[in-house]
């Protein structure tokens, strides 16, 4: 198949990029120009004679990007929480004016399948059990708001245009090459710079886990069954409040837990959601379930950090 890549740059898209190559795909990575250290990310597949990479933003009409196209797997977005409360401008032009860019392109071009990448975030927090893909969405900050209009409006061209839309939702991921601003990749530069943990709140925020390739492997069986006009989640059942993840990175280098440096939040992220979670029980009912327990998933992500410290530098 050839596959359009949004976001190719990212965390996650270069994973997934890496992953349908691997697989025998044709790869179309779209990304808007961005620093050069985002190019580390591909620097093992770039010259892939079945990659393209196309850089310019989510603008104007993106249907010639579209032609011959089988999936999109649209990935790109603006998605850091703290930069969206101080600044939503570019969140909304990125996840909801992009987003709709790329869907009128869609509908010119028909691709087989369309699937919107998104996140356990638009349904707020939940303090027990977890959420089904029924479940109302209740985003409370910029980022997941964008990010719920913009799964609705994707949902709106299944519904109107017949476009075969996919809606995913996926909890935390993680793994090798992520920015060292989210809190995984952060824990672990300062755990190995001897710096303090810096946990918001009192740490006792869960989120579930999921290493970035199982991720991937979620995507595939999507592609080959799943239904359009449907919502799945993607995730691992997997739990960590943040102060048991930042002791768990501090074991793994031997540092002792006074590294940890707890952070008063309320002024950097008003109404910090307490949970999330996601029953992703529709999703393995199609075949799929995760290859890696969380702690098999993080030894793997702290060790590749230990041995590639110099993309802290660069990232």
């Known amino acids: 198949m050839k ?45 892939d004679k079945n990659f393209d990479l ?15 196209i089988d999936v999109v ?14 600044n939503p401008g570019p969140f909304i032009e990125s996840n909801i004016i992009g987003t709709y860019n790329l ?25 027990e059990g977890a959420y089904k893909e029924d479940a109302p969405l209740n985003p409370t900050n910029p980022y997941s708001s964008s990010k719920a209009a913009g799964d609705m409006l994707a ?15 996926t ?7 992520q920015h060292p601003q989210k809190a995984m990749p952060k824990f672990v530069q300062h755990a190995i710079a001897g710096k303090k943990l810096p946990v918001y709140g009192d740490g006792g925020h869960v989120r579930q886990w999921l290493y970035v390739d199982d991720t991937c492997s979620a995507l595939d069986t999507l592609i080959a069954k ?21 002791k768990k990175v501090l074991s793994f280098f031997a540092k002792p837990e006074s590294q940890i440096e707890f952070i008063d939040d309320r002024n950097i992220r008003p109404g910090h959601d307490r949970r999330y979670a996601l029953d992703c029980s529709k999703l393995m ?21 230990r041995d590639n410290a110099w993309w802290f530098e660069t990232a």
Not at 7 to 19: D, E, K, M, N, Q
Not at 73 to 86: C, F, G, L
Not at 103 to 127: H, M, N, W
């Open 226 to 246: 799943g239904k359009p006009g449907e919502i799945y989640h993607i995730a691992g059942n997997q739990e960590l409040t943040n102060i048991d993840l930042a």
């Open 73 to 86: 797997v649209h990935m790109a977005a603006k998605t850091y929480v703290d930069h969206s409360i101080r």
């Open 3 to 47: 596959i359009l890549v949004t976001g190719v740059l990212g965390f996650i898209g270069s994973h997934y990029a890496r992953t349908a190559l691997a697989a025998g795909h044709h790869v179309v990575g779209l990304n808007r120009p961005t620093n050069e250290s985002k190019f580390k990310r591909i620097a093992d597949f770039k010259d």
């Open 54 to 68: 196309i850089l310019r933003d989510l603008d104007g009409d993106l249907s010639e990007l579209l032609d011959g």
């Open 155 to 169: 949902l709106s061209y299944f519904n109107t245009y017949k476009l075969p839309v996919i809606i995913t939702r």
């Open 171 to 177: 909890e935390n991921n993680f793994g090798p090459f």
């Open 285 to 305: 009912s199609l075949g799929w379930k995760p290859k890696y327990s969380l702690d098999e998933g993080l030894a793997k992500t702290f060790t590749w950090y």
């Open 103 to 127: 869907l009128e392109a869609a509908r010119k071009c028909l691709p087989k399948l369309f699937i919107q990448f998104s996140t356990d975030e638009v349904y707020g927090s939940i303090l």
